[in-house]
């Protein structure tokens, strides 16, 4: 029988075309900020085993108390908030191996910018500045960043922390003072309308809030009180209203939360009790206790942030300065140690992690 050596190598195009559209990619970036080092970490982390591996050249410096980290959609670009000096430093990422190289001058923001949101499409960035009580709304291109017309915003006194819905038209911000929560109808130039009906009511000294992944609810960690508040969001004005049986009772005080990728799952992570509360979610967004739930930690949970993946909750331990890995059992949300964690010299004030 005679080779035929144009069909073999035509196989051989068609299974290297194949695989490469089979394959995925087998680390996704995370960067956290270093306030006691006026600088921002980067890992490269595995997808499969969680494990973290320091990026060469990181810390890199920043400005002064790094308080809130983001990266764009894209990932060519990383902007973290400087609460001393009132800034905010942008990034270049490197594409191979998502090292950071600073854009010069740095972006003025107002007094103590702490939180940082993007929406999907990358081009508005939303700056909550603690200290003067308001919201800067800046327009992105090619990692530039422009004020629009109106921004910054007046919001609440002294706002804590916001998020902004996945469909980019609400933002909510929460007042610990007055233990409540506003919403705000985002224009597709990123202006802002506060939402009629609002402030809502929250439990005691409200801290962190999180919105599921199709945008249906508002989870709040209220701290004071060790108890989450569920609001409903109407998909249409961004109205808020508790469902039946909120509060829910949660672990000591209650720092921050986070729903998984798949939205079947809520953690919250328990400064004072040192676990991680696990609710799987009804379809009403009532939450339900999963069994085995809370889960201890490696001492005093201060933050967690969802594996893009779903397959491991991130936990950053405020007392061994760790960002531990736990794993995730997608069939039931139970949460296991696992041998992955990465020790950083100082305290970690905020993570993102990349898809």
Same mark, same amino acid.
């Given at each position: 029988m005679r080779f035929n050596t144009k069909i073999w190598l035509g196989f051989l195009a068609l299974l290297t075309i194949t695989a490469a559209g089979c394959s995925a990619p087998a680390t996704h970036l995370t960067y956290a900020t270093l306030p006691?080092?006026?600088?921002?970490?980067?890992?490269?982390?595995?997808?499969q085993s969680a494990a973290f591996t320091k990026i060469v050249g990181s810390p890199y410096p920043t400005g002064t108390s790094p308080s809130a980290v983001v990266v764009d959609p894209a990932g060519q670009?990383?902007?973290?908030?400087?609460?001393?000096?009132?800034?905010?430093?942008?990034?270049?990422?490197?594409?191979?191996?998502?090292?950071?190289?600073?854009?010069?001058?740095?972006?003025e923001t107002g007094f103590s910018p702490s939180a940082l949101v993007m929406n999907s499409g990358g081009n508005l960035l939303f700056v909550m500045n603690e200290v003067s009580d308001n919201i800067g709304v800046y327009a992105v291109?090619?990692?530039?960043?422009?004020?629009?017309?109106?921004s910054p915003f007046l919001t609440v006194r002294n706002p804590v922390a916001m998020v902004l819905a996945p469909s980019g038209k609400f933002?909510?911000?929460?007042?610990t003072d007055n233990a409540e929560v506003l919403g705000y109808a985002v224009s597709s130039s990123g202006s802002l309308q506060q939402i009629a009906g609002l402030p809502a009511a929250t439990g005691t000294g409200p801290l962190a809030l999180a919105?599921?992944?199709?945008?249906?609810?508002?989870?709040?960690?209220?701290?004071?009180q060790n108890t989450l508040s569920v609001l409903a969001i109407n998909?249409? #004005?961004? =109205?808020?209203?508790?469902? $039946?049986?909120?509060?829910?009772?949660?672990?000591?005080s209650p720092l921050s939360l986070t729903v998984s990728t798949s939205g079947q799952y809520l953690y919250i992570a328990n400064l004072g009790s040192?676990?991680?509360?696990?609710? #799987?979610? =009804?379809?009403?967004?009532? $939450?339900?206790?999963i069994t085995g739930s809370p889960f201890s930690t490696l001492g005093s949970p201060s933050l967690i942030v969802s594996d893009p993946n779903g397959l491991f909750l991130y936990v950053v331990n405020q007392t061994t300065k760790t960002v531990s890995a736990?794993?995730?059992?997608a069939s039931n949300g139970t949460l296991t140690n696992g041998p992955e964690s990465s020790t950083t010299s100082v305290a970690i004030s905020s993570m993102f992690v990349t898809q």
């Open positions: 006691a080092l006026n600088a921002v970490a980067a890992f490269r982390v595995n997808n670009f990383a902007y973290v908030a400087n609460q001393v000096d009132n800034t905010i430093s942008r990034f270049a990422i490197d594409s191979k191996i998502g090292s950071l190289t600073e854009i010069l001058p740095r972006i291109k090619s990692g530039l960043l422009t004020q629009i017309s109106g933002l909510y911000v929460l007042n919105v599921d992944p199709g945008g249906k609810f508002l989870y709040i960690a209220n701290t004071l998909s249409t #004005s961004g =109205a808020l209203t508790p469902i $039946p049986g909120s509060p829910f009772l949660t672990g000591t040192n676990n991680i509360t696990a609710f #799987s979610i =009804a379809s009403d967004g009532e $939450p339900n206790l736990l794993d995730i059992d």
